[in-house]
């Protein structure tokens, strides 16, 4: 099963490498038999990998010369890395309507909209820098909704989001770059979520931590395979391909942990040293067929109509400096987050729960 699939993955990260400017045209590519040794399989493998590579007119191998990449991109590749960014998250967010009921002509139908909306509100005054509200942490369903309803909810604010994990976000934090960071980072010492993180980067801060909800963790699978693997423990002997995602990332932070704790070493998982950036990320990964199996949300691996082992229920916290609760947003934010509509809104999202939603925790 491992060499049926892992040339589409050693493919698509020379793939990303040449996009993004790392392997530039004209460089040499390692010989067969040293992608061999690098990747652990078998020379088919590889030549099967470069093959594909060759077809989409990215390298070229010659008799006594090696392989190397093209000269010139093709065309259909020589598209600027950002918007080769942007092309990839509208994919995702095509994928993820799609998958969830709606027909190409409505999605067509909902953008043109949005965008007729947005024209209109570009046309008047641009909204002061105090009616944007900087969300910075680690990547969530429920986050992205709220963002995409931050005005509904708070009289014409909005909410630029960055999704960087959640270390990522409690520094962002700390540094002026965020009003709000999203985190859900698990302290082994006090066997809990977040507080002793906050209290050590943002130590004699008086912050707030405002509950979002707890979410359903656990291994989201390709269909089919299931049989294969029961939990973390499987993974070295499955043989199956697995994406991480980012260091830092309190999603990343819970499976080390666990990992240890099983007495698992990561560089007995195939694919462990390959990261993701978001849950959406991870699960597209594996509906595409370029990974088999990966940590993420319920919610993520529902929306793609992939399989799910439930492995920990984690706690997702908005955290903000106790002064900035005065934010006329951010008192309408945790005045809808109390009330039913929240709780409403949120049930569509699979493996969410929601009885704590809106509870502030001070650190004074």
């Known amino acids: 099963m491992e060499d049926s699939y892992l040339y589409r993955q050693i493919a698509e990260n020379i793939r990303r490498k040449i996009l993004s400017g790392e392997l530039k045209p004209g460089d040499r590519l390692p010989s067969v038999r040293s992608m061999t040794e690098q990747w652990n399989c078998t020379i088919g493998t590889i030549q099967r990998a470069y093959q594909e590579l060759a077809t989409q007119g990215l390298i070229i191998s010659r008799a006594g010369q090696g392989t190397h990449v093209v000269d010139h991109i093709p065309h259909k590749e020589n598209i600027p890395l950002r918007r080769l960014n942007l092309i990839h998250k509208a994919e995702s967010f095509l994928m993820e309507v799609l998958n969830a009921g709606y027909s190409q002509n409505e999605v067509e139908e909902a953008v043109r909209v949005a965008l007729d909306r947005w024209r209109a509100i570009s046309k008047n005054a641009a909204a002061p820098p105090a009616a944007v509200i900087r969300f910075a942490g680690s990547h969530d369903l429920a986050v992205a909704w709220l963002a995409s309803h931050f005005q509904e909810i708070t009289s014409g604010y909005s909410m630029q ?39 050590k980067i943002l130590s004699g801060k008086r912050m707030a931590l405002i509950h979002l909800a707890e979410r359903q963790l656990g291994l989201i699978l390709a269909p089919g395979i299931h049989n294969w693997i029961h939990g973390l423990k499987d993974l070295p002997a499955s043989g199956l391909r697995f994406i991480n995602r980012q260091s830092g990332s309190g999603t990343r932070i819970w499976l080390d942990y666990s990992l240890r704790q099983l007495g698992v070493s990561t560089s007995e998982i195939s694919g462990y040293e390959i990261e993701m950036k978001t ?86």
């Open 161 to 199: 989001p960055s999704f960087m994990g959640s270390m990522g976000g409690l520094i962002a934090l700390m540094d002026g770059n965020a009003d709000l960071a999203g985190c859900h980072l698990w302290d082994e010492a006090s066997r809990s979520y977040n507080i002793p993180y906050v209290q």
């Open 279 to 364: 849950h959406s990320e991870t699960a597209m990964t594996i509906a595409q067929g370029d990974a088999d199996v990966g940590l993420g949300l319920e919610a993520s691996a529902r929306t793609y109509g992939l399989d799910f082992i439930p492995l920990t229920r984690e706690r997702y916290d908005l955290v903000c400096y106790v002064d900035y609760l005065n934010n006329p947003a951010i008192q309408q934010l945790v005045e809808w987050l109390s009330g039913s509509s929240a709780k409403k809104a949120f049930s569509t999202l699979a493996g969410y729960h929601t009885s704590d939603t809106g509870k502030i925790t001070y650190l004074e």
